[in-house]
């Protein structure tokens, strides 16, 4: 599970998504 912000986020997708927009 990684964890982005404290949020576990079981969908890659999500998380890809999300490391993108805080960059």
């Given at each position: 599970?990684?964890?982005?912000?404290?949020v576990a986020?079981?969908?890659?997708?999500?998380?890809?998504?999300a490391k993108?927009?805080?960059?």
């Amino acid at each position: 599970v990684e964890r982005v912000c404290g949020v576990a986020s079981p969908d890659p997708v999500l998380v890809e998504k999300a490391k993108s927009i805080l960059k």
